[in-house]
């Protein structure tokens, strides 16, 4: 079992950044790929990126790429998301996922976060 916790969403004005976490209990965390998604109330949930267990493999949506970074810290049993640039169209509600073995840019994951709001003002 892995639980997931996201924080770090508030309110930001475009151009601005943000840093989110999504901090893992569980002994298999390490093991884990871990994934952002976000949704927009009455839209589907969007992929946004993803990390192999190891760090050596991220994924990206094209909408974030050059824009976003995913990171994990292991020891710390916590992922990051650190977004620059933000723009309007990246307000949503953010949530982290696990799942064992390779990460994957569809939403097949076990594990999901209670989620967290990011507002982009224009």
């Known amino acids: 079992q892995v639980q997931l916790v996201e924080s770090g969403g508030g309110l930001v004005q475009a151009g601005g950044s943000l840093r989110l976490s999504c901090a893992a209990s569980?002994?298999?965390?390490?093991?884990?790929?871990i994934a952002w998604f976000r949704q927009v109330s009455g839209k589907e949930r969007e992929f946004v990126s993803a990390i192999s267990w190891s760090g050596v493999i991220t994924y990206y949506a094209d909408a974030v790429k050059g824009r976003f970074a995913i990171s994990r810290d292991n020891a710390k049993n916590t992922v990051y998301l650190q977004m620059n640039s933000l723009r309007p169209e990246d307000t949503a509600i953010y949530y982290c996922a696990a799942r064992p073995g390779v990460p994957s840019r569809r939403d097949e994951y076990d594990y999901w976060g209670q989620g967290t709001q990011v507002t982009v003002s224009s």
């Open positions: 569980g002994r298999t965390f390490s093991s884990c790929a």
